[in-house]
């Protein structure tokens, strides 16, 4: 069996796995590898960049490095590859575990229990939520459903088709420590930059495409597109800009504003402010459905452009009529 069919059936059961099952309830791969990356940046680290970019080096290229064997392994067997690059995609996107995080706060939010709301934000993204009211929670909830959707879902999948089991993993791997270390706190100013601009690098695909495919699957194409075009580029992330901007756009809503980290208070632009209302609790129940949408459409993207690749590669072209093809 062709590589490209091996990851399109292997992601799309990975894909339905999670759909079905969520993240693992123990022993949890990322979290394994959240671990080991703790227990490595305590002895390296250093302030300055250079410590921090061995770091970067150590946990995501050893991580890459262990799939990369893995998949070796398994490469003459088509059964256990396709499971291989399965366990992989299930354990790697976390579509269905960021659904249910986001549900539940619109659930407490509907109730009226605005503190059980900010006591779970943090369990779905690091703001500080003490002075949010439920209006501003129902905003960054939409805010992480969307920046999370290509993180946690289109992002690895764009990956596994490039790279196989050693992409989704690898992609894992730098988002996690993008989120450990790649903050601008004092502590990783300098020794987690190397994994946040690496983030950004890997990131890059997986953003556009997911962006892309909010429009198609919100329905709004072209409301999503304008809100892209022109809001995406004052976020100060590269990535998380054009899917917040689409997301906004798609859902009709505004996002974007005034925020705090761990007692800091940063202003970001307000992204589809020319048409877009302020967002509802409702909203977040519409953004996690887009997601699931985006989250199908980009498996179904990521497993076509594989199969037309692997299709005109010199591996998988067929001999010539006539021809042998020893």
Excluded at 144 to 171: H, I, M, Q, R, Y
Excluded at 222 to 242: E, K
Excluded at 291 to 300: E, F, I, K, T
Aim: glycine share 16%; proline share 5%; aromatic share 4%.
């Amino acid at each position: 069996m062709r590589a490209d069919r091996i990851f399109a059936y292997g992601a799309a059961a990975g894909l339905i796995g999670d759909l079905l099952l969520g993240d693992p309830r123990r022993g949890h791969p990322v979290a394994a590898f959240g671990r080991a990356a703790a227990g490595v940046e305590r002895r390296l680290w250093r302030d300055h960049r250079g410590w921090g970019a061995l770091h970067t080096l150590v946990c995501a290229g050893g991580a890459a490095g262990g799939a990369a064997l893995a998949a070796r392994v398994v490469r003459r067997h088509p059964a256990a590859s396709v499971a291989l690059t399965a366990a992989a995609t299930w354990s790697v996107v976390g579509g269905t575990s960021l659904g249910r995080e986001a549900r539940a706060i619109g659930g407490a939010l509907a109730a009226g229990d605005i503190e059980l709301a900010r006591e779970r934000l943090p369990h779905l993204c690091g703001r500080d939520p003490h002075s949010l009211d439920g209006p501003q929670i129902a905003r960054a909830v939409v805010e992480s459903v969307a920046e999370n959707t290509s993180d946690a879902v289109v992002g690895a999948l764009v990956w596994g088709a490039l790279g196989g089991v050693p992409g989704l993993v690898a992609f894992r791997a730098v988002n996690t420590l993008d989120a450990m270390v790649g903050h601008k706190s004092p502590r990783h100013l300098r020794y987690g930059w190397a994994s946040a601009r690496l983030d950004d690098v890997v990131g890059w695909p997986g953003a556009r495409l997911t962006a892309v495919l909010a429009g198609v699957a919100g329905g709004q194409p072209r409301r999503a597109l304008r809100a892209w075009r022109a809001d995406a580029g004052r976020h100060p992330s590269p990535n998380a800009g054009p899917v917040e901007a689409s997301f906004a756009g798609a859902l009709g809503v505004r996002l974007g504003g005034t925020l705090a980290y761990g007692g800091r208070v940063e202003h970001r632009p307000v992204l589809n402010g020319a048409t877009g209302r302020a967002v509802e609790t409702g909203d977040i129940e519409r953004a996690v459905r887009l997601s699931r949408r985006v989250g199908v459409l980009a498996l179904g993207v990521c497993a076509a452009g594989r199969l037309i690749a692997g299709r005109w590669s010199p591996s998988g072209r067929r001999p010539a009529a006539g021809r042998s093809g020893k």
